[in-house]
């Protein structure tokens, strides 16, 4: 049908407004779309070929119906889209796209909002709505949200039937869905879980290992360990003796969590125990020999980590931390806060002295945000980073931070 040639008199220019309004309506609306168009002003000649082209006189509003049935007789498209491209004004490819991308969205929501309607937890509406608002939803069309929400609560089901922490993450994945990693860090299905997770606790502080830890799964344990420098262990099981092998060898020691789980760490009453973002400060340690026992973080603590700082917290350690100057390190120094360590030269003199340094060094520090979050232990870094809003990383003052750590255990 469309090998058809289009009339010229179709292609008049003089015609184009008509053609230009039919398509702007389905570029709105939709290619399903008809209903009515205004009647462009036309020439007394365009108009007699629109009412030639109609079969009757066109009216002040034109029927897309009507226009699309007349196209069709004269072979100049099967449909109205199909004839408005041949006429040189095809809807728009990107406005289809936004309409899909609209529609798909409204009933991945409504998909959603029909798998909350069916349980009874009371925070479920309130997750939904965080699921929509942080995008976990977005790519996805009504059967993917339906297939998301059932693992949701295929693993929030599983999870509820253990009477204590018996699994992992990876054998519940795998048992659950297949694949040992279909829970990974990452995937969307991860991501849903642990925002659940956080509304069924009410706990938005704590990290997403933490939220899995206290819903009944068992943490990683020979993965993530903690990395020590001269960490004083007393007694004479086999981790302990091995610390002490590591430190007179010069040597920075990595402790698993299966390790301190079966030999848990004992150290002296008033240990001075420095906890540090960056690895790169306990290496630092060991080259040096520092005096001092010092442990990395290594960003967001991992379950070793916390675990041993536990352990050495009963034993009746003094615990440390200090990170970079900037919103993550400042974050998780707030957390070892509330958790009980002290800061040590994460207070706004040590900020300032450090921005001091750099500027007598010629060195152009890197921009943070305007706001670095509460500092409870020093008010006035908030402050100062708010003014300054520079970011110092730990390595940069490494000497002052290990140098003067060192004197104070002496």
Not at 279 to 308: D, F, K, Q, W, Y
Not at 328 to 346: K, L, T, V
Request: with cysteine; net charge negative; aromatic share 6%.
């Amino acid at each position: 049908m469309t090998d058809r040639l289009v009339p010229d008199s179709l292609l008049d220019p003089g015609l184009a407004p008509v053609w230009s309004a039919a398509r702007q309506q389905l570029d709105r609306f939709g290619s399903r779309r008809r209903g009515t168009i205004a009647r462009p002003s036309l020439s007394p000649s365009n108009t007699l070929t629109l009412e030639s082209l109609l079969g009757h006189k066109p009216n002040r509003r034109l029927e897309l119906a009507r226009l699309e049935e007349a196209l069709a007789k004269l072979e100049i498209g099967e449909t109205l889209c199909g004839a408005l491209t041949r006429l040189g004004h095809p809807p728009s490819v990107v406005a289809a796209q936004r309409r899909a991308a609209r529609l798909r969205s409204h009933e991945a929501r409504e998909s959603l909002n029909r798998a909350v309607a069916s349980r009874e937890e009371p925070w479920a509406p309130e997750w939904a709505e965080g699921m929509v608002r942080t995008g976990v939803i977005w790519d996805l069309d009504h059967r993917g949200v339906e297939d998301l929400v059932g693992n949701v609560w295929s693993v929030l089901d599983r999870l509820d039937q253990m009477a204590a922490p018996s699994i992992s993450r990876t054998e519940l994945a795998a048992t659950l869905f297949g694949s040992a990693h279909a829970l990974d860090e990452g995937t969307k299905l991860a991501g849903a879980v642990s925002q659940a997770l956080q509304h069924r606790e009410r706990d938005f502080r704590s990290g997403r290992r933490a939220l899995w830890e206290k819903a009944g799964i068992l943490p990683n344990r020979v993965s993530a360990p903690a990395l020590t420098w001269d960490l004083p262990a007393v007694g004479g099981s086999f981790l302990g003796e091995q610390t002490r092998s590591a430190s007179a060898a010069g040597l920075p020691l990595h402790i698993s969590l299966f390790a301190l789980l079966k030999y848990p760490i004992t150290v002296p009453r008033q240990t001075q125990v420095l906890v540090v973002e960056n690895p790169r400060l306990v290496e630092a340690a060991a080259e040096r020999r520092l005096p001092a026992c010092v442990i990395t973080s290594n960003g967001n603590p991992s379950t070793a980590v916390t675990t041993l700082l536990q352990q050495v917290r009963e034993s009746g350690a003094l615990i440390w931390y200090h990170g970079d100057f900037d919103t993550s390190g400042i974050g998780i120094c707030r957390r070892m806060y509330e958790d009980g360590a002290r800061p040590w030269m994460m207070g706004a003199p040590d900020y300032e002295e450090a921005i001091d340094l750099a500027e007598q060094a010629g060195i152009r520090l890197e921009s943070g945000p305007d706001d670095c979050g509460a500092t409870p232990w020093d008010p006035e870094l908030q402050a100062a980073f708010r003014r300054h809003h520079r970011v110092i990383h730990e390595e940069f003052i490494l000497d002052s931070v290990l140098d003067r750590f060192s004197e104070k255990g002496q």
